[in-house]
């Protein structure tokens, strides 16, 4: 692992721990429930859904599961989600690492949730100009593409 990668990893260590993952345990009504509501589209229950896949809380433990519930509630505007998608992009954490991705994400959080600008510093300080400019053009093309604006976390 060369230097960048190290230092990349601390730092979003630290990020990702500055996004507190609320502490619940679910049995499994509760997951069968959880599951039904994040299939019917309600972002708040995909959210809820990735984090139970993160910990393992009444799922086995799938960061791939995990970012499939995040990726849904992120492109309903959940900017919790927004911001756990840019970390797993940043980390390449159940998905490809791929730091434009990442960008894209972390900057629709902070559009609309500004406490997110740390973050974006932050990641934006590993990445290459051209990550960068994409991750900034791809978040122009989402915002354009989806007709309301982005949620805030609840």
Same mark, same amino acid.
């Given at each position: 692992?060369?230097?960048?990668?190290?230092?990349?990893?601390?730092?979003?260590?630290?990020?990702?721990?500055?996004?507190?993952?609320?502490?619940?345990?679910?049995?499994?009504?509760?997951?069968?429930?959880?599951?039904?509501?994040?299939?019917?589209?309600?972002?708040? !229950? &995909?959210?809820?859904?990735?984090?139970? *896949?993160?910990? =393992?809380? $009444? %799922?086995?433990? +799938?960061?791939?599961? @995990?970012? #499939?519930?995040?990726?849904?509630?992120?492109?309903?505007?959940?900017?919790? !989600? &927004?911001?756990?998608?840019?970390?797993? *992009?940043?980390? =390449?954490? $159940? %998905?490809?690492? +791929?730091?434009?991705? @990442?960008? #894209?994400?972390?900057?629709?959080?902070?559009?609309?949730?500004?406490?997110?600008?740390?973050?974006?510093?932050?990641?934006?300080?590993?990445?290459?100009?051209?990550?960068?400019?994409?991750?900034?053009? @791809?978040?122009?093309?989402?915002?354009?593409?989806?007709?309301?604006?982005?949620?805030?976390?609840?």
């Amino acid at each position: 692992m060369n230097r960048f990668t190290r230092t990349l990893c601390a730092r979003m260590a630290v990020a990702a721990a500055l996004v507190v993952l609320p502490a619940t345990a679910f049995a499994a009504a509760d997951v069968a429930k959880l599951t039904a509501d994040a299939t019917g589209g309600n972002a708040a !229950a &995909q959210f809820e859904l990735g984090n139970a *896949y993160i910990k =393992g809380d $009444g %799922v086995i433990a +799938d960061a791939t599961q @995990a970012a #499939k519930w995040y990726l849904m509630a992120a492109d309903q505007g959940y900017t919790k !989600a &927004q911001v756990q998608m840019a970390l797993k *992009y940043a980390h =390449g954490n $159940g %998905v490809p690492l +791929d730091h434009a991705e @990442a960008d #894209k994400w972390i900057v629709l959080a902070s559009r609309t949730d500004k406490n997110e600008g740390a973050i974006v510093n932050m990641l934006e300080g590993h990445f290459t100009p051209d990550e960068i400019q994409r991750g900034h053009a @791809a978040a122009d093309q989402w915002q354009a593409q989806h007709a309301t604006p982005p949620k805030p976390a609840s």
